[in-house]
Nanobody, 123 residues
Framework: QVQLVESGGGLVQAGGSLRLSCVAS????????MGWFRQAPGKEREFVAA????????YYQDSVKGRFTISRDNAKNTVYLQMNSLKPEDAAVYYC????????????????WGQGTQVTVSS
């Protein structure tokens, strides 16, 4: 059974930082591209960042470039999202996802999804 479990969310003041983690099990982690997506109340799920199997290819949503960093540790079956300079508009449930294919920002291409972790940013 494939599981993706996110953690690290919480409440942070604007300008603060959080690091999200997503631990995968039940799959060969290094065979998958990994992505982070988010969904705010009343809005559609949107792409945040993605990383290929080796970390050699990385994509970011324009609004998070320079603030967020995606990374992965294949030995730990974990993908991370370091979020700095958080803004209220970053508040959302953040989901990690696994894609057995070419790294992509397209959510429909991902095969497995976690349950999400809540990020709340206060002003």
């Amino acid at each position: 059974q494939v599981q993706l479990v996110e953690s690290g969310g919480g409440l942070v003041q604007a300008g603060g930082s959080l690091r999200l983690s997503c631990v995968a099990s039940g799959l060969t982690f290094s065979s998958y591209a990994m992505g982070w997506f988010r969904q705010a109340p009343g809005k559609e799920r949107e792409f945040v960042a993605a990383i290929n199997w080796s970390g050699s290819t990385i994509y970011y949503q324009d609004s998070v470039k320079g603030r967020f960093t995606i990374s992965r540790d294949n030995a730990k079956n974990t993908v991370y999202l370091q979020m700095n300079s958080l803004k209220p508009e970053d508040a959302a449930v953040y989901y990690c996802a696994a894609d057995l294919g070419v790294v992509t920002p397209a959510s429909a291409r991902y095969d497995y999804w976690g349950q999400g972790t809540q990020v709340t940013v206060s002003s």
